[in-house]
T-cell receptor
């Protein structure tokens, strides 16, 4: 897979359920970030996890990072219809500031 | 909460015309970026800018593109002679100094349509 690839590509759940999205990458990184994008809109920064961190929380979001497997997961707990969006992981390869984005996971939360 | 702003939200132009996309980064940020997203595709890095010069650029950022910080608040992307394939959403982003916290905040984007 390419740098910063998410799976699944699409996820449909009921309101109140948890949603888990995964991201894999290939090179060493400084940080991994997750973004949300509503259809046709801008990218909203959700959370940044550094390469020396294993887990991070922000509200209903929980992000994990496993540098040995070059993978990350984003968990949204108690999902709401308003969480419906595409979610992207983005990595910055060692020493560079340019972010490399994956193809994203389209999350649909049914009310 | 401070945010990145971009104007215009939508720009329609004829092929071969020059366009300038404008961005106002978050005021205390020192790194500025442009990305683009062609419809249905990934977000792609174009260029980063620091201390009044380009610090990184991608293969996409060829001689048709240029960036400028004309004053203390604006950051612009110029496309000299637009092509049909330049049609995309263009995002500006900014981040504070410090490589350990390369937290990039994006603007709402400018949708560029080249006819």
């Amino acid at each position: 897979s390419q740098q910063g690839e998410e799976d699944p590509q699409a996820l449909s759940i009921q309101e109140g359920e948890n949603a888990t999205m995964n991201c894999s990458y290939k090179t060493s990184i400084n940080n991994l970030q997750w973004y949300r994008q509503n259809s046709g809109r801008g990218l909203v920064h959700l959370i940044l996890i550094r390469s020396n961190e294993r887990e991070k929380h922000s509200g209903r979001l929980r992000v994990t990072l496993d540098t040995s497997k070059k993978s990350s997961s984003l968990l949204i707990t108690a999902s709401r219809a308003a969480d419906t969006a595409s979610y992207f992981c983005a990595t910055d390869e060692g020493g560079r500031r340019a972010l490399t984005f994956g193809s994203g996971t389209r999350l649909q939360v049914q009310p | 909460e401070p945010e990145v702003t971009q104007t215009p939200s939508h720009q329609v132009t004829q092929m071969g015309q020059e366009v300038i996309l404008r961005c106002v980064p978050i005021s205390n940020h020192l790194y500025f970026y442009w990305y683009r997203q062609i419809l249905g595709q990934k977000v792609e890095f174009l260029v980063s800018f620091y201390n009044n010069e380009i610090s990184e650029k991608s293969e996409i950022f060829d001689d048709q593109f240029s960036v400028e910080r004309p004053d203390g608040s604006n950051f612009t992307l110029k496309i000299r002679s637009t092509k049909l394939e330049d049609s995309a959403m263009y995002f500006c982003a900014s981040s504070a100094a410090g490589a350990a916290y390369n937290e990039q905040f994006f603007g709402p984007g400018t949708r560029l349509t080249v006819l």
